[in-house]
């Protein structure tokens, strides 16, 4: 009997066929009583006798990759890997896995919800009327704006298709460049300067590496538009924080919706002391019902997979098979 360890809340949280997935190939399923992310130093008393790892944002250093003497896989629960040491797995003969293409509706539809509730202001709205006043604040209209996306993989495309009924139009900057897509649907490749300067909006969709972080720092802020909006539902490290602070208390940015942060929970975050000028969500990207049930499945059937030694659908780190020599395949 193979044990395994569930770190993921949600996972954790939602019953399903997720669940059977590793019960029908009898595994032992072991869960930590905590009910947060945990931290490095709290993930390696847990990893030591456990073959597979299904995780969430939890820290996945090399120390913990290093104290796991019989791990086989760190399945994640979601796409980007930013919280795993790759590198150190696959080294350690570890394979990594994640789950692409299953969160793309659910962030997508997300990511849309901000850009309304920043342009017509509806989380001020709520508060005011429920607060027994009848004030309005004018709003903006999406039709006829210019929508910049970084980032125009999976999740980027779902947004394409969700905004074309409303009449913007696209840029985006992506390094790999889908031309059919972006003909099909009205979309032009840029810079990333042009791309921040002519935007009305702009959402951002790249995964977090070494390279892409504090992607839109201070200079690319001050590219912006005053009246622009900056909507993050990525990664938390895309966005240097102190400057999307200065920007926005100095009037230098129209407004911005966070669901990613530097770090979560944002206590200390300048942030959330901008009042209306900010909306927050806390990494509600890939919470829908649809979302968890499909990607628990997908994580756990990556460890199934790995267990039974075949090859993995969400296989994140292919190098792994070559340094081993096929021994997990």
Known sequence: ?????????????????????????????????????????EMIPLIGDVEAALVGVDEVTAPVIAAGMRLKVISKHGVGVDNVDVSAATQAGVIVTNTPGANQVAVAELTVGLILALARRIPTHDTVVKSGG???????????????IVGLGRIGKEVVLRLKGFRVHFLAHDIYQD??????????????????AESDIVTLHAILTAESRYLVGEKELARMKPTAYLINTAR????????LY????ENRLAGAAIDAFADEPPKDSLLLQLGDKIVCAPHLGA???????????????????????ERPVGLVNPEVYEKTKGGHA
Do not use: Y
């Not at 309005?136 to 929508?147: P, S």
């Open 287 to 309: 919470q829908t019902t649809e979302t968890v049930l499909r990607m628990g499945r997908m994580a756990a059937e990556n460890i199934v997979q790995v267990l039974k030694g």
């Open 246 to 249: 200065r920007a926005l208390a």
């Open 236 to 243: 938390g490290g895309l966005v240097d924080e102190s400057a």
């Open 1 to 41: 009997m193979s044990k395994v360890l569930v770190t993921a809340r949600s996972f954790r949280k939602m019953q399903g066929e997720h669940w059977r997935v590793l019960q029908d190939a009898q595994c032992q399923i072991v869960t930590p009583p905590q009910d947060r992310p945990l931290k490095a130093e």
């Open 179 to 196: 031309d059919a897509f972006a003909a099909e649907h009205g979309v032009r490749f840029t810079s990333l300067d042009e791309l921040l």
């Open 134 to 148: 009848w004030t309005r604040q004018i709003g903006t209209e999406l039709a006829g704006k210019m929508v910049g």
